[in-house]
């Protein structure tokens, strides 16, 4: 079992910066890769970014170059640097860990972006 907390979320201006934060504890040297998505009103969730064990990452084109993300494996969290919000940016924000092909979700983070 692994239990994620997001945290970090606000109301932010167009332009302006936020960091997630995702905790993991629990069984947590089984976790591969770790993926961040987002959900806003009336849409789907969709995917943005991924870490793996290795760190290596990759971004969905609609982030990439404006978002980082990154690991602590002593600290057992993942971050998602948020640079240069836009308003589309603006939905709950979930992580979610690959525990050995079982997938744990954190409960969301809401960002708001205001234009």
């Known amino acids: 079992q692994v239990q994620l907390v997001e945290s970090g979320g606000g109301l932010v201006q167009a332009g302006g910066s936020l960091r997630l934060s995702c905790a993991a504890s629990?069984?947590?040297?089984?976790?591969?890769?770790i993926d961040w998505f987002r959900q806003a009103p009336g849409l789907q969730r969709e995917w943005v970014a991924r870490?793996?064990?290795?760190?290596?990452?990759s971004y969905a084109d609609s982030v990439r170059g404006r978002f980082t993300i990154s690991r602590d494996n002593a600290r057992n969290t993942v971050y998602l640097q948020m640079n240069s919000l836009k308003p589309e940016d603006t939905a709950v924000y979930y992580c979610?860990?690959?525990?050995?092909?079982?997938?744990?979700w954190g409960q969301g983070t809401q960002v708001t972006v205001s234009s």
């Open positions: 979610r860990a690959n525990v050995v092909n079982h997938y744990y």
């Open positions: 629990g069984n947590t040297v089984s976790i591969g890769n």
């Open positions: 870490i793996g064990r290795d760190s290596s990452t």
